[in-house]
């Protein structure tokens, strides 16, 4: 049980590129989230799917896409990265219990020169 | 007025030593209260989870809610060095909600 995984862990990229990050849970988990963490600016949300088959804007959306491929998958792209994209960018999902909370990635470090 | 707000420290302390770590809120329609701890260069872990109104109490964590005063803390005993951690407070409306999150504060714990 690997909990949620995230891909790449690292990544350079320049101006205008494009990328993908990868997210994966094997917790059956019904909810899926991106999150950006900044210096002095906490977790931000940006898209989230709360089923497969359906993703909504959080918090700071602009500048990307997200696709939920399956209920195990949520990807977010970026389609012409600016260097104000330069964050780490985390993963998390959550089950459907009453109580249950967020389970977290270990995160991917962008940097966008 | 933010949702959430989180002193972001940074809080340093000497081994042993108890800490405090508070959060406040404005929307009094959270229910359900958590804490993150996140090491350097990691995701952020479940620490404690709180529903009710209350101390609840794990190892050398005791986590307490007000509500009345939208007002949540985490304290922790006998601090060690591998304390030492930025701790974020989330709090949600709902099971279906998404949590909304302090800014974090940071934690040294000196040996």
């Known amino acids: 049980n690997a909990g949620v995984t995230q891909t790449p862990k690292f990544q350079v990229l320049k101006t205008g590129q494009s990328m993908t990050l990868q997210c994966a849970q094997d917790?059956?988990?019904?909810?899926m989230y991106w999150y950006r963490q900044d210096p002095g600016m906490g977790l931000r949300l940006i898209y989230y799917?709360?089923?497969?088959?359906?993703?909504d804007k959080g918090e700071v959306p602009n500048g990307y896409n997200v696709s939920r491929l399956n209920k195990r998958e949520f990807s977010l792209r970026l389609e012409s990265a600016a260097p104000s994209q330069t964050s780490v960018y985390f993963c998390?999902?959550?089950?459907?219990?009453?109580?249950?909370?967020?389970?977290f990635g270990p995160g991917t470090r962008l940097l966008v020169l | 007025q933010k949702e959430v707000e989180q002193d972001p420290g940074p809080l340093s302390v000497p081994e042993g030593a108890i800490v405090s770590l508070n959060c406040t809120y404005s929307?009094?329609?959270?229910?359900?209260f958590m804490w993150y701890r996140q090491y350097s260069r990691k995701g952020p872990e479940l620490l404690m989870y709180?529903?009710?109104?209350g101390n609840k109490e794990d190892g050398r964590f005791t986590a307490q809610v007000d509500k009345s005063s939208k007002y949540i803390s985490l304290f922790i005993r006998d601090s060690q060095p591998s304390d030492s951690a930025t701790y974020l407070c989330?709090?949600?409306?709902?099971?279906?909600?998404?949590?909304?999150f302090g800014k974090g504060t940071l934690l040294t714990v000196n040996p």
């Open positions: 917790m059956n988990h019904n909810s």
């Open positions: 799917s709360a089923s497969e088959g359906t993703t």
């Open positions: 709180t529903y009710s109104s």
């Open positions: 998390a999902s959550t089950g459907q219990a009453l109580e249950e909370t967020q389970y």
């Open positions: 989330a709090m949600k409306r709902g099971s279906n909600y998404k949590l909304t």
């Open positions: 929307n009094s329609a959270f229910q359900y």
